[in-house]
């Protein structure tokens, strides 16, 4: 068991294509903005031509049999999500195991280096080879907007917006050094691991939860995000020294913004509606049991 741990956290932190990465236009694919802008408008535009050939040739609401095809996507990004959150904490712990002893001349300390990375910081290294597999983990990610139009015959603008937003974001992360990435990756794979572990548990036929439990991990980790951004906050303005990336941050911060409205806006009316079913029903309930005392008298 030590041994499989040992090679575990080898693989994972301490091999030399971890430890050495460095982001850069020669050394990391994909890393080039024209890359980033003409994949997500490939995206864009891919999901849009599908859902009107789809509206052109088959009739309307009639889904597309994929057989097991998102079974197996939401097997592999379970885990391809589980494999970074385990990567880049056990890479974050050795970085300030590594480190820590720079920080004590700057006062910084293990938490404020996950939300506010020291000024001049470079996307080189652990933490940042395992936001760069995160990056790639956004295409991959891609591919359940082609099942949706295929299953569903319907195009979700939000989750067109959402996709491409969160892989600019990441994009960012990387090009800027950006603070607070560190726990952002952390909350969203562990929470990806649960959604798609879940809809690969519901995929193959096994029994769903009986509350929404995709939608209310999506606002656990919209809540956590919001958390992040404050504490960045404040450690920029109020604690002195400044936070790498801030630009990017406060770009990201609109983009998050941008998606946490709509979202919420959404949660509430889906909660209000389930409460006022659950009124509803149990007015029903209430009125078939007042009618069966009357019928006994």
């Not at 309307?60 to 385990?86: C, E």
């Not at 656990?220 to 790498?244: A, D, E, Q, T, W």
């Not at 913004?257 to 659950?278: G, Q, T």
Request: net charge positive; charged share 15%; glycine share 6%.
């Amino acid at each position: 068991m030590l041994i499989t741990v040992k090679t575990l956290t080898y693989y994972l932190s301490e091999h030399p294509s971890i430890i050495n990465f460095q982001w850069s236009y020669n050394q990391s694919w994909a890393s080039s903005w024209s890359f980033l802008i003409i994949s997500v408008t490939l995206y864009l535009t891919l999901s849009i031509f599908l859902h009107l050939l789809l509206a052109l040739l088959l009739r309307r609401g009639r889904p597309v049999s994929l057989g097991p095809i998102p079974a197996i996507h939401s097997l592999s990004m379970t885990v391809i999500s589980a494999t970074i959150f385990a990567g880049i904490l056990l890479s974050a712990a050795a970085e300030i195991r590594e480190t820590r002893w720079f920080w004590r001349r700057n006062k910084t300390t293990p938490f404020r280096w996950l939300l506010c990375f020291p000024m001049g910081t470079r996307p080189s290294g652990r933490v940042f080879f395992w936001s760069y597999v995160f990056y790639l983990s956004r295409f991959v990610h891609m591919w359940r907007t082609f099942f949706t139009i295929l299953r569903r015959r319907k195009l979700v603008f939000f989750q067109l917006f959402y996709n491409s937003v969160l892989t600019f974001m990441s994009f960012l992360w990387l090009e800027f050094s950006q603070s607070f990435q560190v726990l952002v990756i952390l909350f969203t794979t562990l929470v990806y691991a649960v959604v798609y572990g879940y809809r690969f548990w519901t995929g193959i036929g096994l029994p769903g939860a009986c509350f929404p439990l995709v939608i209310n991990c999506q606002m656990v980790l919209l809540g956590c995000n919001l958390v992040c951004h404050v504490g960045v906050l404040r450690f920029h303005f109020m604690k002195g020294g400044g936070c790498n990336g801030i630009g990017a941050w406060l770009f990201n911060s609109v983009l998050n913004a941008a998606i946490l409205l709509p979202f919420l806006k959404f949660y509430v009316k889906m909660v209000l509606e389930k409460r006022k079913n659950i009124g509803f029903i149990e007015n029903q309930n209430q009125d078939a049991k007042f009618t069966k005392k009357i019928k006994e008298k």
